[in-house]
């Protein structure tokens, strides 16, 4: 089946600090990836996508690169800020027939960024 | 730039009555999901449409109803409320089945049964 794993939360870093939060995908066929962010108290918003492998989605500092090969999509962020504390989701979406479930969510990994 | 509006934003009930969610998007999406929030479980899909006047069963639609009588609207509906519905709900929408296109959510609503 298709799945998406995340690393366990919570994860704890100091302003400034290097973020990685790792992603792996089990899928048919060639999905796109997404990383959403969820603040407190808020929805998911999108954060940024790939949809082919070797793509790199990034916004607001964050990268991400679809890597086939390792069936990967790591977030990363060079220097995080107190205000990148929200709750992390990677997620997949094939193309499909069964379009109605082709969205496919992790758990969730929570950043906490002390000032 | 409304995007995805979810109606009520906090919500108390007691066990055994009904209420209906309202959740309207503006984009012209032809998709829509609503999802439930619960800590530790991630999202689980309820109900989605793929159309105006469709709708279908996700993986927890037991006690819950929907209706997507225009495009813009997706109803979801508590019949009987019961404290394991004690949830953040959370509504969703995308332009088409493309694997390209996100979903796009609301900022959901808070309902407690009691």
């Known amino acids: 089946g298709n799945s998406v794993t995340q690393m366990e939360g919570p994860v704890t870093l100091s302003e400034e600090a290097f973020l990685t939060i790792n992603c792996t995908y089990t899928?048919?066929?060639?999905?796109?990836l997404f990383w959403y962010v969820q603040y407190p108290g808020e929805g998911l918003q999108l954060l940024l996508k790939a949809t082919k492998a070797d793509d790199k989605g990034s916004n607001k500092g964050f990268e991400a690169t679809y890597r086939k090969e390792t069936t990967s999509f790591h977030l990363e962020k060079g220097s995080v800020q107190v205000s990148d504390s929200a709750v992390y989701f990677c997620?997949?979406?094939?193309?499909?027939?069964?379009?109605?479930?082709?969205?496919?969510f992790g758990p969730g990994t929570r950043l906490s960024v002390l000032p | 730039n409304a995007g995805v509006t979810q109606t009520p934003k906090f919500r108390v009930l007691k066990t055994g009555q009904s209420m209906t969610l309202l959740c309207a998007q503006d984009?012209?999406?032809?998709?829509m999901y609503w999802y439930r929030q619960d800590p530790g479980m991630g999202l689980r899909l309820i109900h989605y449409s793929v159309g105006e006047g469709t709708t279908a069963k996700g993986e927890v639609p037991d006690g819950y109803n929907v209706s997507r009588l225009k495009k813009q609207n997706f109803l979801l509906g508590l019949e009987s409320a019961a404290p394991s519905q004690t949830s953040v709900y959370f509504c969703a929408s995308a332009g088409d089945r493309g694997r390209s296109q996100p979903q796009h959510f609301g900022d959901g609503t808070r309902l407690s049964i009691l």
């Open positions: 997620a997949l979406k094939r193309g499909s027939d069964n379009y109605g479930q082709n969205f496919v």
């Open positions: 984009m012209n999406h032809e998709y």
């Open positions: 899928a048919t066929g060639y999905p796109s």
